[in-house]
């Protein structure tokens, strides 16, 4: 078939290269336009643009995709379906309307769990102990079109949301690229979504990211993880933001009050509403990532100071 691949960040990479790689026709892609990035804001092709480029494909960066020159740049390209991983872009019906076999997206979830923005940071700050990938084809309400494939994916107990989707991006591919065979060749029938079941992962905000110690130990830890590396967990201290790294369950009978830094010679503790965390690694403004040892000895941190 010939397609248009949309897609914005790293995470679909996988899915475009499988696409190239394989007997359809990627005529174009569709990306968001190139935007400051780094610490010299820099103007930057998005990675899926970068990659289009070094394989000679045209690259569409409208600002909306319901741009007039956009829907008639695409309608003279004629694409039979256009696969979608991660475009971060709003599609009005008119442009659903142009491909004759739609806009068929990979989302990293096992619909109807995990409409949304975020699926894989939700299944990981809920706990989920397993996950997955769904294709479906685009309609107006989100992420609710009918589904043609899923797979399955173990979320383990130290997995952050960017160590877990990366695995999902990787066989997500896969399963995106038997989706559009199967389109091809009409062995697929798309099943609508069960009524049951919906739940929803809206995009997580820095101040959502912030680590709430008076919460469990077990729930400090998976928002954490949830939020690593994006938009990446903090706490407050001593008036400024410290960046977090993963937690884990620290082995010790000393009780300390949520948010109580303990300072130990080998491992920092902050005490939860449960069990205390011992920090991996922290970040603070203006500094490098450091163990949270190295950097509670060069803080001086003392007796009774608290993570807020």
Same mark, same amino acid.
């Given at each position: 078939?010939?397609?248009?691949?949309? =897609?914005?960040? /790293?995470?679909?990479?996988?899915?475009?290269?499988?696409? %190239?790689?394989?007997?359809?026709?990627?005529?174009?892609?569709?990306?968001?336009?190139?935007?400051? @990035?780094? #610490?010299?804001?820099? !103007?930057?092709?998005?990675?899926?643009?970068?990659?289009?480029?070094?394989?000679?494909?045209?690259?569409?960066?409208?600002?909306?995709? *319901?741009?007039?020159?956009?829907?008639?740049?695409?309608?003279?390209?004629?694409?039979?379906?256009?696969?979608?991983?991660?475009?971060?872009?709003?599609?009005?019906? &008119?442009?659903?309307?142009?491909?004759?076999?739609?806009?068929?997206?990979?989302?990293? &979830?096992?619909?109807?769990?995990? #409409?949304? +923005?975020?699926?894989?940071?939700?299944?990981?700050?809920?706990?989920?102990? %397993? $996950? =997955?990938?769904?294709?479906?084809?685009?309609?107006? +309400?989100?992420?609710?079109?009918?589904?043609?494939?899923?797979? $399955?994916?173990?979320?383990?107990?130290?997995?952050?949301?960017?160590?877990?989707?990366?695995?999902?991006?990787? @066989?997500?591919?896969?399963?995106?690229?038997?989706?559009?065979?199967?389109? +091809?060749?009409?062995?697929? $029938?798309?099943?609508?979504?069960?009524?049951?079941? !919906? &739940?929803?992962?809206?995009?997580?905000?820095?101040?959502?990211?912030?680590?709430?110690?008076?919460?469990?130990?077990?729930?400090?830890? #998976?928002?954490?993880?949830?939020?690593?590396?994006?938009?990446?967990?903090?706490?407050?201290?001593?008036? /400024?933001?410290?960046?977090? =790294?993963?937690? $884990?369950?620290? /082995? *010790?009978?000393?009780?300390?009050?949520?948010?109580?830094?303990?300072? /130990?010679?080998?491992?920092?503790?902050?005490?939860?509403?449960?069990?205390? !965390?011992?920090? =991996?690694?922290?970040?603070?403004?203006?500094?490098? #990532?450091?163990?949270?040892?190295?950097?509670?000895?060069?803080?001086?941190?003392? @007796?009774?100071?608290?993570?807020?």
């Amino acid at each position: 078939m010939r397609l248009v691949f949309a =897609g914005t960040p /790293e995470v679909a990479l996988p899915s475009l290269r499988a696409l %190239i790689a394989s007997g359809h026709e990627v005529a174009a892609v569709v990306t968001r336009p190139d935007a400051p @990035a780094g #610490r010299g804001r820099q !103007v930057l092709r998005s990675p899926v643009g970068a990659l289009a480029d070094e394989h000679g494909i045209e690259v569409l960066t409208p600002v909306k995709a *319901s741009d007039k020159d956009f829907q008639a740049r695409l309608r003279e390209i004629a694409p039979d379906c256009c696969p979608v991983v991660a475009y971060g872009g709003l599609l009005p019906q &008119s442009a659903l309307d142009i491909p004759p076999h739609g806009w068929v997206n990979l989302h990293f &979830s096992l619909l109807p769990a995990w #409409r949304g +923005a975020a699926p894989v940071q939700a299944a990981v700050w809920h706990g989920d102990e %397993i $996950t =997955g990938a769904s294709t479906f084809r685009i309609v107006k +309400a989100l992420d609710a079109g009918p589904v043609f494939g899923v797979l $399955t994916e173990p979320v383990r107990p130290t997995d952050t949301a960017g160590e877990l989707l990366e695995r999902l991006a990787a @066989a997500g591919a896969g399963l995106l690229l038997s989706t559009v065979d199967g389109i +091809a060749d009409g062995s697929l $029938t798309p099943v609508e979504q069960p009524a049951d079941g !919906v &739940s929803h992962a809206p995009k997580i905000s820095v101040d959502d990211a912030r680590a709430d110690f008076s919460r469990p130990g077990q729930a400090v830890d #998976r928002r954490i993880r949830a939020v690593t590396p994006e938009p990446g967990a903090w706490a407050g201290f001593r008036g /400024e933001r410290l960046k977090l =790294g993963p937690v $884990t369950r620290a /082995e *010790s009978d000393i009780e300390l009050q949520a948010g109580e830094i303990l300072v /130990e010679r080998k491992r920092v503790l902050v005490g939860t509403a449960t069990w205390p !965390v011992s920090l =991996g690694e922290v970040q603070a403004q203006g500094k490098k #990532r450091m163990r949270a040892p190295d950097w509670a000895r060069g803080s001086r941190v003392e @007796a009774g100071e608290r993570l807020t």
